[in-house]
C-alpha cells in the first residue's frame, strides 16, 4: 500500500489532490466505522444467577480472588453463602432464622464480613480466617432495637463502627469502638468497646436507613422524610417522603453521636452510598446522585440509577431500569454514559465488582434469576470492535502520512 500510495503521490499535481481526497474520505469512513461500534464492550448476560448457585441474588459483596459473600433465594429457600479462593461453598447462614431479614453485609478492613441475625446483635464472619464467627450483644441499656446497616471507619490504631438502629418508634445512630485493628482473636480487638446512647436530636419525621464513613469523625446517613403537608398532587392522608442526607459526628467515647446538620432532595429515594478512593461519597439515587466532599460541601449530579457499584480502578456504574440503553461511568465526579447494544434486560437488585468485572444480579421479565456483566478491561482494548477500529485507522493513517512526509522531503532535496 504505501509504495502505490508513494507512486500517486509522485504523478502530475491533479493526481496529489486525488490522492489527498481519497485520504481524507478514509478518514471520514474511518470515523464513522468507528462511531458505529461505539456500544459498550466486554458485556455478557446470562439467564441464572451465580456461577456456583443458581437461584435470586439478593444481596452480596465481593472479596478479594472471585470470593464473595451472598444470599440467595432459590429452590430450596433462602440461603447465606461464601464462595473461597479454593471454589468451595459454605452455608454460613443456616442458623438463622430470617435470612430475608437481614438488611446490610458491611465489608471490613481485614475482609471480614459483619451483619445483624437478630435484635441487639451482631455477628462477624472472620471469611480470612476458616471462617470463624465472633458475636456481640448489645443490651447496655435494655432497649430492643434492629441494626439496619454498619459503616467502618478508621482511627489511628483502631476502629470505630457506627449503626443504623430501629428504636421502634423512630430509627437513630449508636456508636461502637474502639477496635482494635486484628479481630481476632475477638477477646482483645473488642476487649475495651463501648456502646453508646442512641442519637438524642434525630427528628421524628426522619428515617434512617444507610450509613458511610466520612472521615475524621465525620459520617454521612441517608434516609427519607415523611412531608405531611404532601404535594399538590396528593392526598393530606397519605403523606409523601423525600430523601435526605445527614452528617452526623461522632468519635471514640461513650457520647451518643449528633446530627450535626441535614440536606434534603427534592424527590427520589437514596439506595446506595459508595465511599470513593479518595474518601468522598457517592450518594446515588432513582432521581439524581449527590457527591459528598470531604469539606462537606455537596454537588448534585444529574443521573437517576437503581443500582451503584466502585469498580478496582474508582469508576462508579450506574444501572437504569430494565430496558435503558446505556449506563453511566463516572470518572472524578464526571458522568460518561456508556451506550449498550442491546436494552438492559434485567431488573437490578444488586451489584459489585470483582476482578475488573462488574457483575449486576436480579430479575428478568419472566421473574426468573439473571447475571449481567461488564469487563472494565475490554473497553478500548484491541479486541473489542471499536479497539480493533482504532488499531487499524491509527496504523493506516501512520503509513499514509509518513509516505506524505518522506514524498514532501525527497521532493524538497530535488528542488534545492
Given at each position: 500500500m504505501a509504495k502505490g500510495w508513494r507512486s500517486l503521490l509522485e504523478e502530475e499535481s491533479e493526481h496529489q489532490w486525488v490522492a489527498i481526497a481519497g485520504f481524507f474520505v478514509f478518514i471520514i469512513l474511518g470515523a464513522l466505522a468507528i462511531q458505529g461500534t461505539s456500544s459498550l464492550p466486554g458485556v455478557d448476560y446470562r439467564s441464572h444467577g451465580l456461577e456456583a448457585m443458581d437461584g435470586r441474588v439478593l444481596d452480596i459483596v465481593y472479596g478479594n480472588s472471585d470470593t464473595y459473600t451472598a444470599i440467595v433465594l432459590?429452590?430450596?429457600?433462602?440461603?447465606?453463602?461464601?464462595?473461597?479462593?479454593?471454589?468451595?461453598?459454605?452455608d454460613i447462614g443456616s442458623d438463622y432464622d430470617d435470612i430475608l431479614g437481614m438488611s446490610f453485609m458491611t465489608k471490613l478492613h481485614d475482609g471480614s464480613m459483619v451483619v445483624s441475625p437478630s435484635n441487639n446483635t451482631l455477628q462477624v464472619f472472620h471469611v480470612n480466617d476458616e471462617q470463624q464467627r465472633t458475636s456481640i450483644t448489645f443490651n447496655n441499656d435494655q432497649l430492643s432495637f434492629d441494626i439496619l446497616d454498619v459503616a467502618e471507619q478508621r482511627n489511628e490504631d483502631s476502629y470505630r463502627w457506627l449503626m443504623v438502629t430501629d428504636e421502634a418508634n423512630s430509627t437513630s445512630l449508636r456508636g461502637f469502638g474502639p477496635i482494635g485493628s486484628p479481630l481476632l482473636p475477638a477477646q482483645d480487638a473488642f476487649a475495651s468497646?463501648?456502646?453508646?446512647?442512641?442519637?438524642?436530636?434525630?427528628?421524628?419525621?426522619?428515617?434512617?436507613?444507610?450509613v458511610e464513613n466520612l472521615g475524621d469523625g465525620t459520617w454521612i446517613a441517608a434516609g427519607s422524610m415523611i412531608n405531611v403537608f404532601g404535594t399538590d398532587d396528593s392526598s393530606p392522608a397519605a403523606p409523601t417522603t423525600h430523601p435526605v442526607i445527614g452528617f452526623i459526628s461522632w468519635s471514640d467515647g461513650p457520647s451518643a453521636p449528633m446530627l450535626t446538620s441535614i440536606e434534603e432532595l427534592d424527590k427520589g429515594d437514596i439506595h446506595s452510598l459508595i465511599r470513593l478512593d479518595n474518601g468522598t461519597i457517592l450518594a446515588a439515587g432513582s432521581d439524581s446522585a449527590v457527591h459528598i466532599a470531604k469539606d462537606?460541601?455537596?454537588?448534585?449530579?444529574?443521573v437517576s440509577s437503581v443500582s451503584a457499584t466502585l469498580d478496582g480502578n474508582g469508576a462508579v456504574w450506574m444501572f437504569g431500569s430494565q430496558g435503558s440503553t446505556s449506563v453511566i461511568r463516572m470518572i472524578d465526579g464526571v458522568p460518561e454514559k456508556m451506550p449498550l447494544a442491546r436494552p438492559l434486560p434485567l431488573t437490578i437488585e444488586t451489584s459489585g465488582s470483582s476482578s475488573d468485572v462488574i457483575y449486576a444480579h436480579g430479575i428478568d421479565?419472566?421473574?426468573?434469576?439473571?447475571?449481567?456483566?461488564?469487563?472494565?478491561?475490554?473497553?478500548?482494548s484491541i479486541e473489542s470492535g471499536r479497539g480493533f477500529l482504532n488499531f487499524v485507522f491509527f496504523t493506516a493513517s501512520s503509513i499514509v502520512m509518513g509516505v506524505m512526509l518522506w514524498t514532501a522531503t525527497k521532493r524538497m532535496r530535488q528542488n534545492k
Open positions: 432459590g429452590n430450596e429457600g433462602e440461603m447465606m453463602i461464601h464462595y473461597n479462593e479454593s471454589g468451595e461453598i459454605n468497646s463501648v456502646e453508646t446512647s442512641a442519637m438524642a436530636n434525630s427528628a421524628s419525621d426522619i428515617s434512617w436507613n444507610m462537606r460541601t455537596t454537588t448534585t449530579v444529574d421479565s419472566q421473574g426468573d434469576p439473571a447475571t449481567y456483566s461488564i469487563d472494565t478491561l475490554a473497553i478500548g
